[in-house]
């Protein structure tokens, strides 16, 4: 997103909300105000995005959730306790259920059973901040598209990120013989990182072809596995301590993690250190919607208090068009949005 068209949302946003806030009108009067506003903003949108809908229905239908998303990037934004800042993105048309239905994709099953073993947790001194890309130990941003398969890339990303920083080689893996193959999960409806890790090693060969030789489409289909194709291997797998100074340890020392969250603020990210307040963005299995990859930490200011806001670097699966660059930083030490409740990571 072009960070005119931000501003211009910004500023037309805060002028509808300044319009409700100071103008003494009618509650007819205002309504239509608002309306014209949003119907703007909309438009504005539709032509930056290059939408169109089929019918005029749907696009009343459209306008009314895009209204709807402006409330909620003025919460999201009114009560943030860090410095993320929440905007309008392709995402900004769909309802909460649609978004989740075709854009995340972490699910467990209610017959869930996680086979990994407890991390062991190095004692070393952390470093400041890290960062694995720095060491060539991270893939380029990839994009799911609409398929609820994060929970593809999230592992396929873990187990690229642990073999490079094992063999100092970097792979990158194919998520979609994960999709097409592991009958544990629902392919593009969505599955757990654990379930997928069992397959790999139970199903696969133990491990996962190269994205070249089996490439995304983000749909699902008959697994054509080929274990002599097979690149990386695995070992098995295991959880990582909820505690996020452990798990800095564990990153600094193994690898990228593979997590789940709740993506609820995801949805209208823009840029800076997200941190919500917790009825937006609360955890527990439960509320877990969306696997990502973490690939490093590190410490912020604030802008006029100059106070340290710690955070993580995430990989996100959205195309690199999404959030800052295709990733997002969220707040490191209280469990936000979940980050501490599901952490995996292959053994190789």
């Known amino acids: 997103m072009s ?3 931000f501003f211009a949302g910004v500023a037309l946003l805060s002028l509808t909300v300044s319009v409700s806030s100071f103008m003494v009108v009618g ?11 949003h119907t703007a903003l909309f438009n504005y949108f539709l032509e930056q995005h290059n939408k169109t809908y089929a019918t005029l ?6 306008l009314h959730i895009f209204s709807g998303n402006l409330r909620k990037i003025q919460l999201l934004q009114d009560t943030e306790h860090g410095s993320g800042v929440y905007g309008l993105n392709e995402f900004s048309d769909l309802s909460t259920a649609e978004f989740q239905a075709k854009y995340l994709g972490f699910k467990l099953k209610p017959s869930y059973a996680d086979r990994s073993v407890p991390a062991m ?5 952390l470093p400041r901040a890290f960062d694995w890309r720095e060491y060539d130990a991270v893939t380029g941003v990839k994009d799911q598209t609409m398929c609820g398969s994060s929970w593809a890339f999230s592992t396929t990303g873990n187990i690229e990120g642990v073999y490079a920083a094992k063999t100092k080689k970097l792979v990158s893996l194919s998520e979609q013989e994960l999709i097409d193959c592991d009958q544990e999960d629902d392919g593009c409806e969505g599955g757990s990182i654990s379930n997928a890790f069992d397959t790999i090693m139970s199903k696969l060969g133990g491990g996962l072809e190269e994205e070249k030789t089996y490439p995304y489409r983000g749909d699902d289909k008959a697994c054509r596995l080929n274990k002599k194709a097979t690149q990386v291997k695995i070992n098995g797998y295991v959880s990582v301590s909820r505690d996020e100074t452990d798990m800095a340890k564990y990153l600094v020392e193994n690898g990228p993690m593979a997590v789940a969250i709740n993506a609820y603020a995801l949805q209208f990210y823009v840029t800076g250190v997200s941190h919500p307040i917790q009825f937006f963005c609360d955890g527990g299995n439960e509320n877990l919607s969306h696997s990502v990859l973490i690939v490093g930490y590190g410490v912020d200011r604030t802008k006029f208090t100059h106070k340290a806001v710690p955070y993580w670097i995430i990989k996100n699966s959205w195309g ?9 930083r969220l707040y490191r030490g209280d469990g936000s949005c979940g980050i501490n409740d599901y952490v995996r990571s292959a053994l190789v």
């Open 3 to 5: 960070c005119f068209y």
């Open 27 to 37: 509650d007819e009067k205002l309504h239509h105000l608002h309306h014209v506003k």
């Open 57 to 62: 229905v749907e696009y009343y239908s459209r």
């Open 121 to 125: 947790i190095p004692n070393i001194t």
């Open 320 to 328: 690199e068009g999404w959030g800052e660059k295709g990733y997002f």
